[in-house]
Structure formats: C-alpha cells, structure tokens
C-alpha cells in the first residue's frame, strides 16, 4: 500500500521556470493538501481540495496554482519559480467514514529555485 | 487565523526521563488537537490525536488537553533516544476536519543517552 505518492522528490529549478509537483494517493480520501516546511516556519497549508472538484487557498497561497486532477490526484504548480520558493513541500490527504481528520503525509518534495 | 504556540527547544531530557512537550493554541473553538513526530528529513507521522479535556494514553505516550486553558500537552515516558524528533503540535482549521490542520512550529527534542 504505497498511501501517499509525491514526485518529484528532488528538483532545481532557475528563477523564472515553471514547473508542477505531483501527488497521488490511493486511500479514497476525499480530502488533499499542499503544505509547504520552512526552517523555523514550520508547515504552512498552501492549497487544499476539501472534495474532489473542490480547491480553496490556505495561508500562503500566492504564487500557485493547483488542480484536483481526480479523486486520486492533486497537483501544484509554480507558473513562474522565485527564490523565496525554495522550500519542502509535502502532500497530505484525509478523510474517509468515520475520519480523525488526521493527515496522511507524502515524503516530500524538496525544491530549489535559483 | 487560528495560531499554535510551540517553543521550539531544543529540549534535552535524559534517556530514561519523562518528556514533556507543551502546545497552546488561540482559537477557542478549535475541537480536533494532533501530535505529529517528524525526524529530520523525514515525512510527519501521527502520534496521537485527542478530542476531550482529560488525558489519552497510548503505551509510552500520553496526551492532555485543557481546552479552559487552551493547552495541550504531549508527554513521553521512558524516554529513548529513538524518540530524538521534532515534534508538531496541529489543530482543526475548521470545524468539519475537511480545512486541514494549522500546525505549530514544532519543539527540537533531544534524548541524551
């Protein structure tokens, strides 16, 4: 049971670049997040889809974009890459019957922009 | 925007000794409470979750939780160096459990052999 998948897991990227990272999961979880972890920031909610067809803006949303792909899948996207970018970004899902609300975490993407 | 108040350590506590992480939180309505260990490097991982004023426990674990004082609490008994982690304090960011977690900065815990 792979649960939560990221790619990619490593990516650097120059100022200006576009690029989108990848999550999948495959717990029929209704619910995704993006969060971004920053040294001494802790986890920030960048994106989330409480449903699928559904997205809504976290705290720190500017900058990206997302797409609930399917039930599955959820990506985001950096449409132009800036230094304050650089960052860990994890993926999170929840959410069947009888849910906690507890968060499934994928292994991150690590990503620099220079 | 609801904040969680974690000090960020390091925490250095003898192998053997009991750990005691402390959480406080600023929205009183807030109803789901998490305790999250991360290793360095690593993914976060769920330890416990508590829901009730009271205390949880769940073998070397145990979670309190005042919501009159908006605290919440993780304490580790028998404490080994396998539990050297940063650990995350999160609650609900609204009240269907659908919004996500607000998480705290996490506290730096160190086990000393």
């Known amino acids: 049971n792979a649960g939560v998948t990221q790619t990619p897991k490593f990516q650097v990227l120059k100022t200006g670049q576009s690029m989108t990272l990848q999550c999948a999961q495959d717990m029929n979880h209704n619910s995704m997040y993006w969060y971004r972890q920053d040294p001494g920031m802790g986890l920030r909610l960048i994106y989330y889809s409480a449903s699928e067809g559904t997205t809504d803006k976290g705290e720190v949303p500017n900058g990206y974009n997302v797409s609930r792909l399917n039930k599955r899948e959820f990506s985001l996207r950096l449409e132009s890459a800036a230094p304050s970018q650089t960052s860990v970004y994890f993926c999170?899902?929840?959410?069947?019957?009888?849910?906690?609300?507890?968060?499934?975490f994928g292994e991150g993407s690590r990503l620099t922009v220079l | 925007q609801k904040e969680v108040e974690q000090n960020s350590g390091p925490l250095s506590v003898p192998e053997g000794a009991i750990a005691s992480l402390n959480c406080t939180y600023s929205?009183?309505?807030?109803?789901?409470f998490f305790w999250y260990r991360q290793y360095s490097g690593k993914s976060p991982e769920l330890i416990m979750f508590?829901?009730?004023?009271g205390d949880k426990e769940d073998g070397r674990f145990t979670a309190q939780l005042n919501k009159a004082s908006q605290y919440v609490s993780l304490l580790i008994r028998d404490s080994q160096p396998s539990d050297s982690a940063t650990y995350l304090c999160?609650?609900?960011?609204?009240?269907?459990?659908?919004?996500?977690?607000?998480f705290g900065k996490g506290t730096h815990l160190i086990i000393q052999p």
């Open positions: 999170a899902s929840t959410g069947t019957s009888g849910y906690t609300g507890e968060l499934f």
């Open positions: 929205d009183r309505g807030s109803q789901s």
């Open positions: 508590i829901y009730s004023n």
């Open positions: 999160a609650v609900n960011r609204g009240g269907g459990g659908a919004d996500g977690l607000t």
